[in-house]
């Protein structure tokens, strides 16, 4: 600030109150930029204050988005789920994934990337595979969907189900409902002679296909497992789709044996 600003800037009661007080020169710049910096400080101090006092005033976050009491943007569907029929008031927006697990607790069907890329949350429309988190409960209306819950037969497994089981084809498991609705729907596949992308000759349709571990694996690709169990899921869909039985090639250690591995490797004296 040069002095003739600085004569611009003060009044002249200011100017005569500085010079009483002593303060010229340079001493007068510095103390006027301090005032300034003083003066900058107190409206900004003011300005938080205000943004503060209208945060008060708007409504929270939660108050804006929370969902209203009922359902937003309801629809009627009907639908037949393992083979009762519901009749539910869904968010139009809702997937058929949330639907399940959220709406009616058929939590068997997992939710891995909820964006179409993982498999885990496949279950079965009218007979056909489809990814239940991209698609709409409200497009379902009229429709028939089986997911994992809805295989067995009361206490008897789906033949994949006892197939899995028997061929070791899960670790964790979380892939495993989406797996196992895959592989049955993929049995009827074949039985329509849909081809793939792996499938030789399109020209030929044939139906009841005898399926390839080629095949089984490519018509299973959407389907990821983090686990690594695929040689399992391959050898379950194998047997079940080619009717052929394989020998079981794991059972549950009995007491016994456990006794014996354990004395083998001299720690007989852990068997408690
Ligand atoms: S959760 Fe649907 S594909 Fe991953
Ligand atoms: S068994 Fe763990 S992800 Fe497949």
Redesign the pocket.
């Known amino acids: 600030m040069d002095d003739n600003q600085e004569q611009n800037d003060l009044s002249r009661d200011e100017e005569t109150l500085l010079d009483q007080l002593g303060i010229v020169g340079a001493a007068r710049r510095k103390f006027l930029g301090q005032s300034m910096a003083a003066l900058l400080g107190t409206f900004a101090f003011h300005l938080l204050a205000k943004e503060e006092a209208f945060a008060t005033l708007a409504a929270a976050p939660e108050a804006v988005f929370a969902p209203a009491p009922g359902v937003e943007n309801a629809v009627k569907v009907l639908l037949k789920i393992n083979g009762s029929t519901q009749r539910l008031e869904v968010d139009s927006r809702m997937a058929l994934?949330d639907t399940l697990r959220e709406t009616l607790g058929l939590t068997g069907t997992k939710?891995?990337?909820?964006?179409?890329?993982?498999?885990?949350?496949t279950v079965i429309v009218d007979g056909r595979r489809v990814?239940?988190?991209?698609t709409l409960a409200a497009s379902c209306e009229g429709k028939e969907v089986t997911t994992i819950e809805g295989l067995a037969d009361g206490d008897n497994l789906h033949p994949m189900q006892a197939a899995f089981i028997k061929h070791d084809g899960f670790q964790c498991g979380y892939c495993t409902p989406g797996q196992i609705c895959s592989a049955v729907a993929l049995l009827q596949e074949a039985k329509n002679g849909d081809a793939s992308h792996v499938t030789n000759n399109l020209r030929t349709s044939t139906q009841n296909l005898s399926l390839s571990d080629e095949e089984i694996r490519e018509r299973m690709s959407g389907n990821i497992c983090r686990c690594g169990a695929y040689p399992g899921i391959v050898a379950a869909v194998r047997e079940v789709q080619s009717g052929r039985e394989t020998a079981h090639t794991w059972h549950f250690a009995s007491d016994e044996e456990i006794a014996v591995a354990l004395n083998e490797e001299g720690k007989a004296d852990a068997i408690v």
């Open positions: 994934l939710k891995g990337c909820d964006q179409g890329q993982c498999g885990a949350c990814l239940s988190c991209l």
